[in-house]
């Protein structure tokens, strides 16, 4: 069994802004993790958080997806865990910008709350890098 998380963020900035935002990886280490992305499609990378007694801290991933300013996907994985993330940018016109968040390949509810969960304060601490 395979469960969806989506999400809807809007903010009010540039969809060229809010593309730097998802794929500058200095950006991202101001709202996500510290890493080492580069938006090209095949490019494997790390978000580094500090490990726990839970947790190596490491999420692996590889670009699958580059469409610049309107798609962006890549494998999401942690443990046991693999994933598809994919982001869908849409200009709704008056300075906002829609943000989509899909992610797929949970195994378990709980797993899909803690997704929801710290996906939502990401997506909160991205409005200020914008």
Not at 2 to 18: G, M, V
Not at 26 to 35: A, C, F, I, R, S
Request: proline letters at 5%.
């Amino acid at each position: 069994m395979s469960l969806k998380l989506e999400l809807d963020f809007q903010y009010t900035t540039t969809i060229a802004k809010l593309w730097s935002a998802i794929t500058d990886p200095n950006k991202l280490e101001k709202w996500v993790l510290p890493n080492d992305f580069k938006p090209e499609v095949g490019h494997r990378f790390q978000f580094r958080a500090e490990p726990n007694e839970w947790w190596d801290g490491l999420i692996e991933g590889e670009v699958l997806v580059v469409e610049e300013p309107d798609r962006l996907s890549y494998s999401w994985a942690s443990g046991e865990e693999k994933h598809l993330v994919v982001w869908t940018l849409q200009d709704l016109g008056d300075g906002k910008v829609n943000l989509h968040l899909e992610q797929t390949g949970f195994s378990n509810p709980h797993g899909l709350e803690g997704a929801k969960y710290g996906w939502s304060g990401w997506c909160a601490k991205l409005e200020q890098v914008l």
